[in-house]
T-cell receptor
Framework: QKEVEQNSGPLSVPEGAIASLNCTYS??????FFWYRQYSGKSPELIMS????GDKEDGRFTAQLNKASQYVSLLIRDSQPSDSATYLC?????????????FGSGTRLSIRP | NAGVTQTPKFQVLKTGQSMTLQCAQD?????MYWYRQDPGMGLRLIYY???????DKGEVPNGYNVSRLNKREFSLRLESAAPSQTSVYFC????????????FGPGTRLTVL
């Protein structure tokens, strides 16, 4: 079992709708959770980080964390064509002080006009 | 601030050749990382350096060596390149202030023939 799992997609969502991206992780002791966005041919950039159970909102983005279910998600409201990218879920297992983050393989999101 | 810079941006090698990928950050971060990204595989950690003077293996270290030259610079060396090392290489840095956020360089596209 991979340590961080994501559906590879592509996930196709109409413009203006809500895009929902999901991620599960295997290490119950994980402390920190991140969503990175990566445009084709570019480097990953951080969108959201979340550390405690519940929701965290930042503009059109909401990260949701459920540690009991080992599940983290990203909701994108009012999806725009510029949101079309690959979204990487990343988890810090918490067993190393060196912040060794583990990345999922990413979900490709396509926003259709 | 330039953030994280990498050189070169592109490189083509023949099997058996050697080369060094350079990475520098100007954010005064303690930790630096080298990842490779292959289609459908996400980001895989090659080596990391938690602080100046220390380096540790990641998930896929075979065929690579690293040097943490000083706090700013972290280089990755391929001693004898193989076609399996064809990939996009990303350098990243972070400072463990409780957020673990990693900042990525623009990447190096390496092809080994």
């Amino acid at each position: 079992q991979k340590e961080v799992e994501q559906n590879s997609g592509p996930l196709s969502v109409p413009e203006g709708a809500i895009a929902s991206l999901n991620c599960t992780y295997s290490d119950r002791g994980s402390q920190s959770f991140f969503w990175y966005r990566q445009y084709s041919g570019k480097s990953p950039e951080l969108i959201m980080s979340i550390y405690s159970n519940g929701d965290k909102e930042d503009g059109r983005f909401t990260a949701q964390l459920n540690k009991a279910s080992q599940y983290v998600s990203l909701l994108i409201r009012d999806s725009q064509p510029s949101d079309s990218a690959t979204y990487l879920c990343a988890v810090n297992p918490g067993y190393s002080s060196a912040s060794k983050i583990i990345f999922g393989s990413g979900t490709r999101l396509s926003i259709r006009p | 601030n330039a953030g994280v810079t990498q050189t070169p941006k592109f490189q083509v090698l023949k099997t058996g050749q050697s080369m060094t990928l350079q990475c520098a950050q100007d954010m005064n971060h303690n930790s630096m990382y080298w990842y490779r990204q292959d289609p459908g595989m996400g980001l895989r950690l090659i080596y990391y350096s938690a602080s100046e003077g220390t380096t540790d293996k990641g998930e896929v270290p075979n065929g690579y060596n690293v040097s943490r030259l000083n706090k700013r610079e972290f280089s990755l060396r391929l001693e004898s390149a193989a076609p399996s090392q064809t990939s996009v290489y990303f350098c990243a840095s972070s400072d463990y202030t409780g957020t673990d956020t990693q900042y990525f360089g623009p990447g190096t596209r390496l092809t080994v023939l």
